[in-house]
């Protein structure tokens, strides 16, 4: 009976190894797999190159940049950006651009309002005609008739350029 039940448990110990080692080749397949899914999403950018702060009456020096690298024919459909010196209430375009391929750079110089004011920088981009369709920045659908129109985030980004007296 001994040799029996030693038969039994060595089988059945046997049997654990097995489906541990299958256990663990399927975990790595599947790390190799979510690994191989982040390297190919895709990476879309909106940059705003500009000071923190600068001087009153100084001229500031402002770019704003965009890109996609989805593949698949996506695009920037549409970049726009704007400036106010008014704490928002009018806005100044820098770039109204459309279709403008995978990568653009816009610029645009600012002359600085008066000590203590602020510079606020505004850029959304609707990324089109790839497989995703129209989404923003983080790959989300573009809610056209609620985001975009208010121009939260996303789709758009913000800076903030404080102003110093002299």
């Not at 500009?50 to 996506?74: Q, R």
Request: aromatic letters at 6%.
């Amino acid at each position: 009976m001994h040799s029996s039940s030693s038969a039994l448990t060595n089988t059945a110990v046997n049997a654990v190894r097995r489906s541990w080692f299958g256990a663990r080749l399927l975990l790595a397949c599947v790390g190799l797999t979510v690994a191989a899914v982040a390297a190919s999403a895709a990476n879309r950018t909106i940059a705003i190159l500009a000071p923190t702060s600068a001087v009153a009456g100084s001229k500031i020096a402002v770019t704003v940049t965009a890109s996609t690298d989805a593949g698949g024919g996506e695009r920037i459909g549409f970049l726009h950006a704007d400036y106010s010196v008014d704490g928002g209430t009018t806005w100044t375009g820098i770039s109204y651009a459309t279709n403008v391929g995978s990568v653009t750079s816009h610029s645009a110089t600012i002359t600085a309002g008066p000590g203590g004011s602020k510079v606020v920088i505004r850029v959304r981009v609707a990324f089109r005609g790839g497989k995703a369709g129209d989404v923003d920045l983080t790959g989300k659908p573009i809610a056209w008739d609620t985001s975009w129109n208010k121009w939260q985030e996303p789709p758009a980004k913000t800076a903030t350029i404080a102003i110093e007296t002299r």
